[in-house]
């Protein structure tokens, strides 16, 4: 064994040697802080997100061939990377070489926004490229699903890289012989192309040609190194942890001897997530390296045999050559295993993980085992004493000593049996996320007949999730040998099963009724497959299936994505030169995708640097009885740990509320995660081991308050309540034919900007300035926040942000707090202070989107009109206001939507729980408020008998209107977008389709749900609207912009320059702008609220008109000169090139007491149809299609407006069906984390979306008559659960169920299958209420 190794790899063609290297390393930190390469992002930690996305390059010198496979950074060690060469974004082009084709049209295809998510992007696609350099629609969905993205709702990423297919324009589905091309839209009709309309915010024809000889060769030195016989173990070791990397079996038995209890680390998928989550530490790693008994692929005359270190990646292909190669009869485990290979995580860990790996790791959740343990396969094992084999059976699974591999065993291979006649298996799961999600429950299936009698002579069930190993129906299995295939065999299984598989009220995990429900629906689900095949085998002696019943068979199928786009052109009459109305790029477009743009933990270590980490509250309500320091402190590196006793408390003002909040909590903590200590040391390591060494001691206080009906018990409420009326609610109560009531709760939402908190304060040394550099929406609170902790003017401190990597409303109050602290640290200490949250702290302390709860009292005639409305709202607040009064206030204000209802009364309270308190999120009350009153219609509709449609259509506002706070509106331009939505989607045409699909299917539903929007836009205040900007002219005739709107993604400085470009006339590559800061533009109100271009545009606009009022004389004497001249001529005259601008805010009020103002500006309209189906059985659905029309007024720039829109439409999607939030019954967050909680990923968007802006209309008030599109389109993903709770409602309706239908948000698998009720859902033990502590409580 050689000692002391060094480490040799390449990233990006140069070798990298390390001498002295720490086995804990991952890639990720080493890439972006030891080789400062910080294109690739950390987005999560866990392997979820797909930020830190590179390409690794290995080469095999048996087969003499190179395997290029996407990983992710932040679970690779870098010891494992001997011989490999890493490629990152960095290392694929750069604007300062050649930028790379496909950074080049991620780019230009407008696939980026805030551009944190876009180097993992590019990797992605880039390696898919190395190795398909034409690859199909397929592949390239499958390349991305483990990546994603918060901004874009991903249609435009697939778009740039569909140029890259052979048949980018086509949907390659092919269905019925005739793709979308041929067949329009769904087979109906299509948009009409107008002359005036365009369809591309790009052009194909200036993309740089992909030229797979441009690319990075592998290093010829580490394909001589892998060819060399003579190598040796290498081990790598630091005080902490040795790694050591046998390259020979027998060096690898003889390690695994020495070290028993060491893991055997191959993908790391298992183990590095065990050791960063769970706290577990290995002093000796052992990770073989290119072993090539390990990488066996045999065929015997039994089976399959797969080496242990073959990558679920490479098995995937190899199952797929076998299933092309072998009769369809041999191979029933293969296509089951091939089927779960598709969803399984995401490329990277697939290409990272291990056969071997995956089942030695046994996790209950295994997608892998059940079926390998069905399928009688075995494992082959050795160490020094030899060889055996060993069942891959139950008692393996559960661990048992006499099962499992011994300690100093290794595991080789695995044998998978060929499947024989009359012998079936099926594989089965539901997660809450089509892909790249552990299931909730898997399942797979054998059943074997050994003749065509149906006789059942072997059965073998096993699942997982449902308990804390893959199990095994045995007994079930044993008693149900000899019975025929039929009904009564069927039931019986699922009896026995429901008996043997049997899941406490309290599993963790929850969702107990839908996991027994799946339990037996998989079951029902094998049970006709099988049946089926039988009768294709045997169709004299198998009866056919009942055509309706087989729609219980087929998965829900993912055709291609495909998409249209319909917008404006730009005024013909305008200047060539005039960018506005073009879909000019993103400013950082590009470099976003060479990794080039710097984000705030993209910044260099500054000298003397300290680390600063938080200790968080483990109690939602306690008193601290202790907090012992004394461990942490004598840490190494440790420099200073912050309490509540140095900081000074705050005071917050939100408009006319205020609260005091204590920084640190010293004597008592209101929830789970409050910032308790602040950690200060050399490093982030240091920081984060002292942190753990922490020790607080603390006694329960009660009530504990969590959900909003216990505030509601306990009266815990934020003061004051607030109130809207109009009309005369009691009377017209009193004319109506009917009335109903009822209500609706829904869930939070996390933002999940993919950028977590981050900040560097640099104290400036003299004087007592300070910096912060930090990625917040606010620079102006983050400056006066600083400022007064540290006593010391607001002068002093200059807040500076170049970029956001997504913000969503949740880096507004909650980055002040932790800037705050940081600055403390740096002030109090001398040294710059650096505080970068971890995913998992950050979803844990910064709260989000307010769950909420609805009550509705609806009077209505019999034809639908609603004449009153008496609404209660409730919001979750958590422990402390923030912003959750105006959440109330916003939400009352905007709860009519599109609706006229002429007697209109609601109420609102902000509760106070023992939560981490919620904050500003896109929509600001308006997505719950909406759904509340869409969800109150909809039962209206189903009361009378009507389409919901009808009834929305029948309330909707009509011409010139007020709204319940007697502000003016003119509606011409929603009815325009509902009407144009309702031909676009050929709604009529499609909702009978549905109803057909639906008389001809009883186990997949289909839903169709159409939702109009009147989206307010305003801030509330006149001086929350003033906005300011400063205009350089420099000599040379370029221009410096600032204003004090913040780049999140939006693209607002895009659109600035634009703005200057107009004004000034000059091109837009003469102007620039560095980013902002409280040193060029003070007084700064937040970026949010869909207004940062509006005014900080008006105010550029003003800056500009100023200059140009100056210029003008100078400008006529020479109207021919260019800018240059005029600069230089203005300098010579003594005439200021500088000049601010501003805007003072639209006029705004409102006045709670009598219920009327005018505190919007104007309205956004829309208009989304949504279709989808659903599976009856799982509780899956496919969003089919989505048609959205807006109204935008005159769009800046279609490109930057549209990707609002569909950026906002998917994460609206994610708020009301897929994104759950999880707290246990003692207010602990569970899903902190990608790998918990799911926002969309590229499976879910629409199939086909279609998107279509209005034309322009006048809006003289704002800037070029645009409208603010920021936080609209999340309401219209609420299409999306009208479209689902409709096909839920067929499936009722067909069963014989009678109404109301009331579902809460977000409709999860979960609830989508407990509503579809049916044999299987009561045939389930239920849980006595109250007889079981649940894993987590609905807050
Ligand atoms: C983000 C993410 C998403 C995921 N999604 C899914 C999913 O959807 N479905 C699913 O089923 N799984 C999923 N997984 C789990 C994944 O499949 C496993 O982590 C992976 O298969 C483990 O393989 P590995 O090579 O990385 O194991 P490692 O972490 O390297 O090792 C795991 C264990 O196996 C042992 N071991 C490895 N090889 C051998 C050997 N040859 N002999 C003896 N012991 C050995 C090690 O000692 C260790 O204890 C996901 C994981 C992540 C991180
Ligand atoms: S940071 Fe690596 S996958 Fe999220
Ligand atoms: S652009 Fe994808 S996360 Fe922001």
Redesign the pocket.
């Known amino acids: 064994m050689e000692r002391g190794a060094e480490l040799l790899f390449y990233v990006n063609g140069r070798k990298v040697i390390e001498k002295n290297v720490d086995p804990e390393t991952m890639l990720?930190p080493y890439l972006r802080k030891k080789l400062r390469l910080t294109g690739t992002?950390?987005?999560?930690?866990?392997?979820?997100?797909?930020?830190?996305?590179v390409m690794i390059s290995r080469y095999n010198p048996i087969t003499k061939k190179i395997r290029h496979y996407p990983a992710?950074?932040?679970?690779t060690p870098i010891c494992s990377l001997y011989g490999a060469a890493v490629t990152t974004v960095e290392g694929i082009g750069s604007t300062k070489t050649r930028i790379h084709p496909v950074q080049e049209r991620i780019a230009k295809c407008h696939g980026t926004q805030c551009g944190f998510c876009t180097p993992?992007m590019v990797m992605s696609m880039y390696t898919l490229l190395r190795n398909h350099p034409e690859p199909t629609l397929s592949q390239l969905n499958d390349a991305l699903g483990?990546n994603?993205c918060r901004c874009t709702g991903y249609r435009p990423i697939i778009d740039a890289c569909k140029t890259f297919c052979k048949t980018s324009g086509c949907c390659q589905s092919k269905e019925n012989g005739v793709c979308c091309l041929d067949q329009g839209i769904n087979g109906l009709p299509e948009f009409e192309e107008g002359n005036e309309t365009s369809l591309k915010l790009f052009s194909e024809e200036e993309f740089l040609p992909l030229d797979p000889t441009q690319e990075l060769i592998f290093p010829p030195e580490l394909m001589t190194m892998a060819e060399k016989k003579t190598q040796k173990t290498r081990i790598f070791g630091s005080d902490q942890m040795t790694w050591i990397s046998p390259v020979t079996l027998k060096e690898l038995l003889e390690a695994k001897a020495k070290y028993p209890q060491a893991p055997v680390v191959m993908g790391n998928t298992s183990v590095g997530p065990d050791m960063k989550f769970k706290g577990i530490f290995y002093p000796v790693i052992i990770s073989p390296d290119r072993i090539e008994e390990l990488s066996v692929v045999n065929y015997t005359d039994n089976g399959l045999t797969v080496g242990a270190a073959v990558s679920l990646a490479e098995m995937k292909d190899i199952l797929a050559n076998v299933t092309r190669k072998l009769p369809e009869e041999k191979t029933q485990m293969y296509h089951a295993l091939l089927k779960h290979l598709g969803t399984l995580a995401g490329p990277?860990i697939r290409n990272m993980a291990s056969l071997g790996g995956h089942i030695v790791s046994r996790h209950p959740d295994s997608d892998l085992n059940p079926l390998l343990a069905v399928g009688n396969c075995t494992l082959n094992l050795l160490s020094k004493e030899g060889k055996r084999q060993i069942p891959l059976n139950e008692q393996f699974l559960r661990k048992c000593p006499s099962a499992d591999l011994k300690p100093e065993e290794i595991l080789i291979s695995v044998n998978i049996p060929y499947s024989r006649k009359w012998e079936f298996v099926s594989a089965f799961r539901q997660a809450q996320r089509q892909q790249n999600a552990l299931a909730i429950v898997n399942s797979g299936m054998r059943v074997c007949f050994g003749k065509g009698d149906g006789i059942v002579r072997e059965l073998s069930i096993a699942y997982g999730g449902v308990g804390p190993t893959t199990i095994l129906a045995k007994n079930s299995c044993q008693k149900l040998i000899g019975r025929p295939w039929n009904e009564e065999m069927l039931d019986a299984a699922c009896r026995l099963i429901l008996d043997e598989v049997s899941l406490p009220g309290s599993a963790p995990g929850g969702k107990v009724e839908f996991k027994r429900t799946l339990i037996v629906s998989f079951l029902f689900k094998f049970y006709l497959e099988v049946s089926q095949i039988l009768k294709e085998m045997d169709p004299v002696h198998y009866p056919s299936l009942a055509s309706k019943y087989e729609s219980a068979l087929e998965d829900l199928r993912s055709r291609h994505y495909w998409s249209t786009l319909k917008y404006q052109n730009a005024d013909l009459k305008q200047l060539s030169q005039d960018p506005i109305g073009h879909p000019i790029m993103h400013l950082s477009g590009i470099k976003h995708a060479t990794g080039e743009a710097v984000y705030c933990d993209d910044m260099p270590v500054v000298d003397r640097e300290l680390f600063l980490t938080f200790v968080t509250s483990s109690r939602a309500r306690a008193k601290i009885v202790s907090i012992d320091l004394s461990e942490a402190l004598s840490l190494p590196g440790v420099v200073d740990i912050l309490t509540g006793e140095h900081l000074p408390g705050i005071t917050t003002t939100f408009g006319f509320l205020t609260d005091t909040e204590q920084l640190l909590s010293t004597d008592e903590v209101s929830c789970v995660g409050q910032l308790i200590c602040a950690v200060i040391a050399d490093s982030e390591v240091q920081a984060k081991r002292a942190a753990q060494r922490v020790k607080i001691v603390y006694r329960d206080l009660e009530p504990l308050i969590l959900t909003i009906e216990e505030a509601i018990q306990n009266k815990s409420f934020f003061k004051p309540e607030r109130k809207l009326e109009y009309g005369n609610v009691d009377e017209a109560f009193k004319m109506v034919d009917q009335i109903l009531e009822g209500e609706i709760h829904m869930g939070g939402q996390e933002h999940f900007y993919m950028e977590t908190q981050s900040m560097l304060v640099v104290p400036k040394g003299e004087d007592q300035e300070i910096d912060v550099y930090v990625s917040t929406q606010f620079p102006k609170y983050i400056q006066d926040i600083t400022a007064s902790v540290l006593n010391v003017s607001a002068n002093k401190v200059m807040c500076h942000v170049k970029r956001v990597g997504g913000a969503f409303g949740g880096k507004v109050t909650k980055t002040g707090i932790l800037a705050a602290i940081t600055a403390f640290a740096a002030n109090k200490h001398g040294r710059p202070v650096r505080c970068i949250l971890e995913?998992g702290e950050d979803i844990l302390i910064t709260g989000g989107r307010h769950p909420y709860l609805g009550k509705y009292k609806a009077g209505f005639m019999n034809d639908g009109r609603i004449l009153a409305l008496d609404m209660e709202h409730y919001n979750n607040a958590g422990a402390f206001l923030d912003e959750s009064l105006f959440v109330i206030e916003m939400g009352l204000l905007k709860l009519e939507n599109a609706y006229k209802f002429p007697n209109l009364r609601c109420r609102g309270w902000a509760c106070r729980t023992n939560l981490p308190s919620n904050t500003a999120l896109r929509g600001f009350g308006f997505p719950q408020a909406g759904l509340i009153t869409e969800a109150c219609i909809t039962e209206v509709a189903a009361k009378c008998g009507l389409p919901p449609e009808k009834v929305r259509t029948i309330n909707m506002f009509k011409e010139i209107d007020q709204t319940p706070y007697k502000q003016e509106i003119n509606a011409k331009n929603l009815i325009q977008c509902w009407k144009e939505c309702m031909a676009t989607s050929s709604y009529t045409l499609r909702k009978a389709a549905v109803e057909k699909f639906n008389s001809e299917n009883y186990w997949k539903k289909k839903g169709l749900a159409m939702v109009p929007l009147k989206f307010p836009v305003g801030v509330g205040s006149v001086a929350a609207g003033q906005a300011a900007a400063l205009v350089h002219i420099y000599l040379d005739g370029s221009v410096l912009v600032t204003h004090g709107g913040i780049e999140m993604g939006q693209g607002v400085h895009t659109k600035m320059i634009q703005v200057v470009s107009r004004e000034l006339k000059m091109p837009l590559s003469s102007i620039h702008l560095r980013g902002t800061s409280t040193e060029t533009v003070p007084n700064t109100n937040p970026s949010g609220g869909s207004v940062v271009a509006d005014l900080n545009g008006l105010a550029v606009k003003d800056a500009c008109q100023t200059l140009l009022k100056r210029l003008e004389p100078i400008i006529s004497k020479n109207p021919r000169g260019t800018w240059k001249d005029w600069a230089q001529a203005a300098f010579n005259e003594s005439i200021s090139l500088s000049a601010t601008g501003y805007f003072r805010g639209y006029e705004s009020n409102i006045n709670w007491e009598t219920g009327e103002g005018h505190p919007f500006e104007y309205f956004v309209y829309g208009a989304a149809c949504s279709e989808v189906e659903i599976d009856c059985l799982t509780g899956a659905h496919k969003n089919i299609r989505t048609d959205i029309v807006m109204d935008v007024g005159y769009s800046i720039n279609p490109a930057l407006d549209i990707g609002q829109i569909e950026g906002a439409f998917i994460q609206g999607m994610g708020l009301y069906t897929i994104e759950e939030l999880n707290y246990s019954p003692q207010g602990v967050l569970y899903t902190r984390g990608?790998n918990q909680y799911k926002i969309p990923a590229i499976c879910d968007i629409p199939m086909e979306l279609h998107i279509s802006l209005l034309p322009p209309s006048e809006n003289s008030n704002t800037l070029y008559s645009s409208k603010g599109l920021g936080e609209s389109g999340i309401f219209l993903g609420c299409s999306v659960f009208f479209a689902i709770h409709d096909a839920i409602s067929a499936a009722r309706q067909e069963r014989g169920l009678p109404g109301p239908l009331r579902l809460n948000s977000p409709l999860t698998p979960e609830k989508i299958r407990m509503a579809c009720e049916d044999k299987f859902t009561k045939m389930i033990p239920r849980d006595e209420p109250g007889s079981y502590v649940p894993w987590s409580i609905p807050i």
């Open positions: 990720l992002k950390y987005g999560c930690g866990g392997g979820g997100c797909g930020a830190c996305t992710n950074a932040c679970l993992g483990g994603l990277q995913r990608p």
